[in-house]
């Protein structure tokens, strides 16, 4: 690698530490604060003159600070010179406002896209976006990592017997599917239907035999844990052995860590995209670091070799 600096805001700063140290790089030195009337400084401790710039940010809560931290530093750098300017969006933020499905609302992950490129960004690495699609938003590279590979080794070494992947809804069977390939085992659906803007999941029905059965669910994101929970009360109800979950987000919002808690899940298996507050971290949630594909899809990029292999779901 050559003429490489990654920086890391204030909220990323563990996660893009990881990534340095296993790159063998240092971190990028900067200055985030606010002034006394709330607005944002930020300033390069270093030059970025003619270099190759990675910029990393989460969405750790207020997101909308997270946000306006990061557009302030794309702007820093675009103004420093920078040669290249790639933000690292280990969970891009709005992701589920991705389309107009009901009157006279925003599509808000297109306004994030739109904002970033005006602010200067060259390249967007980010990880299993709530909607693929989001993607076309873009009119620079977007690169989208998975954690499906992540997931699949974990449960595989964990030498389950007897496993079933169940898809939550019939939004999700096809990556269920594409997981139940990899271990080679049934699929079961679950008739799920939503209830507006609630975020309240309602199950009514089971495809597929469950009982008896170690039952694996897979998701992009687990943020109220509504549906999850749902999920796992219907199988277990039907006779599911055991129930574990992944997801590549950990949201972890409002009631999720009491549900989580109180539910027959016995362990939901998250990366480390976000943040995850100590206070959160209860005995069923096992966090395992994706820092690594990142800095993987890093180095490919500095040197300018493919990435394909890194997100292909089909793998």
Do not use: W
């Amino acid at each position: 690698m050559k003429d490489i600096k990654i920086f890391a805001c204030n909220s990323a700063e563990e996660f893009t530490k990881e990534i340095c140290d296993t790159l063998g790089l240092p971190l990028g030195q900067k200055e985030a604060f606010k002034f006394a009337n709330d607005n944002n400084f930020v300033q390069l401790k270093e030059t970025v003159r003619d270099q190759d710039v990675f910029i990393v940010q989460t969405t750790k809560p207020p997101v909308n600070e997270r946000i306006m931290e990061l557009l302030i530093t794309i702007e820093a750098l675009r103004r420093a010179s920078a040669a290249r300017i790639n933000v690292v969006l280990p969970y891009f933020m709005y992701s589920r406002s991705d389309k107009k499905d009901q009157a006279r609302i925003p599509v808000t992950a297109k306004l994030m896209a739109t904002l970033l490129e005006a602010a200067g960004a060259d390249r967007i690495i980010t990880c299993d976006l709530h909607n693929p699609a989001i993607q076309a938003y873009f009119d620079i590279n977007c690169d989208r990592l998975t954690a499906k590979h992540l997931l699949e080794r974990y449960f595989k070494n964990k030498n389950l017997k007897d496993i079933v992947v169940v898809a939550t809804d019939a939004g999700s069977s096809k990556k269920a599917y594409k997981y139940s390939h990899f271990f080679d085992c049934p699929l079961a659906l679950i008739d799920k239907r939503r209830e507006d803007n609630n975020d309240k999941a309602v199950a009514t029905n089971i495809i597929g035999d469950i009982e008896g059965k170690t039952a694996l669910i897979f998701d992009d994101e687990v943020s109220t844990a509504g549906t999850l929970v749902e999920a796992a009360n219907i199988l277990k109800e039907h006779g599911a052995k055991e129930i574990y979950a992944g997801a590549a987000h950990g949201v972890l919002v409002g009631p999720a860590i009491e549900r989580i808690k109180n539910s027959p899940i016995k362990e939901l298996v998250v990366t480390n995209t976000i943040p995850i507050e100590p206070e959160k971290m209860i005995d069923k949630i096992k966090v395992v670091s994706i820092a690594p594909l990142f800095a993987e899809a890093i180095k490919r990029l500095n040197e300018s070799q493919p990435l394909g292999d890194l997100f292909e779901y089909d793998k």
